[in-house]
């Protein structure tokens, strides 16, 4: 079963915390993305990765890290420095601009 | 820069009838364009896609867009609208001559299909 896969689907955090979240795809594709998306506001970009080992700052990286150690992987950590990061996160693969979706993780701060 | 424009927050729309959800773009190149669909709570689908060659493309569940280069605009279509379609739909944009595969999206219209 290919595709991308986000866990966990729900995810709550306490303020002050650090928490990951995970992306994991079995396409064999080389860029990976993550955006964030909340309500009226589409979705921004995040980081991104174009290959193992490399990636770049989106528009809304403050706060956020990534890193890209295998092909298959690309966690978001969202640290304590996210001054809001109650949201709707979403990974994703991108090829010459088609963009293939992970179910996404609802991020809850309680 | 790119940017992506979808002016109406919400569209409503009884069954049967047309539906219309619209995008304007900017980019300094030519346009890769690109509509989704999100369903509560999920990731975003694809619909269709604009690269080059007709306007008018079709996608997937009888949408469809027309491309209008003077006007900038990729709207995005459906003759007889069904309730199933109610979701959040997003215009999606990449200027090609931009380097990686950046997207930059609308802030998404929500369809409201009434029986």
Known sequence: ?110 | AQSVAQPEDQVNVAEGNPLTVKCTYSVSGNPYLFWYVQYPNRGLQFLLKYITGDNLVKGSYGFEAEFNKSQTSFHLKKPSALVSDSALYFCAVRDIKAAGNKLTFGGGTRVLVKP
């Open chain 1, 1 to 110: 079963d290919g595709g991308i896969t986000q866990s966990p689907k729900y995810l709550f955090r306490k303020e002050g915390q650090n928490v990951t979240l995970s992306c994991e795809q079995n396409l064999n594709h080389d860029a990976m993305y993550w955006y964030r998306q909340d309500p009226g506001q589409g979705l921004r970009l995040i980081y991104y990765s174009q290959i193992v080992n490399d990636f770049q700052k989106g528009d809304i990286a403050e706060g956020y890290s990534v890193s890209r150690e295998k092909k298959e992987s690309f966690p978001l950590t969202v640290t304590s420095a996210q001054k809001n990061p109650t949201a709707f996160y979403l990974c994703a693969i991108v090829d010459r601009g088609f963009a293939f979706f992970g179910q996404g993780t609802r991020l809850t701060v309680v």
